[in-house]
């Protein structure tokens, strides 16, 4: 049974910084893309953040470019999200996604196994 566990999420101040962490287990994820959506109060989900399993290529969102870094530990089966200088607009609840696949998609459709969410909240 595939599973998705994400940790990591809180209350910080804006300028503040986080870092998610998304356990996988249950099958091998080597020929997958990781990456992290979120979804604020009243908005769609959206694509932040993936990294390869296997290659360690990153891709990013224009929102999350200079302030967030994703990464994979492969020995943990994990992928972070490294969230620096925090903004109110970064509030949501954070998910991680497997896709099989070789490039990073920024929708959800192409994603296989999601996780329950983290829920970021930052403060003005």
């Known amino acids: 049974q595939v599973q998705l566990v994400e940790s990591g999420g809180g209350l910080v101040q804006a300028g503040g910084s986080l870092r998610l962490s998304c356990a996988a287990s249950g099958r091998t994820f080597s020929n997958y893309i990781m990456s992290w959506f979120r979804q604020a109060p009243g908005k769609e989900r959206e694509f932040v953040s993936a990294v390869s399993w296997s290659a360690g290529t990153t891709w990013y969102a224009d929102s999350a470019k200079g302030r967030f870094a994703i990464s994979r530990d492969n020995a943990k089966n994990t992928v972070y999200l490294q969230m620096n200088g925090l903004k109110p607009e970064d509030t949501a609840v954070y998910y991680c996604?497997?896709?099989?696949?070789?490039?990073?998609?920024?929708?959800?459709?192409?994603?296989?196994?999601w996780g329950q969410g983290t829920q970021v909240t930052v403060s003005s």
């Open positions: 996604a497997a896709a099989r696949a070789n490039l990073a998609h920024t929708s959800e459709i192409w994603y296989d196994y």
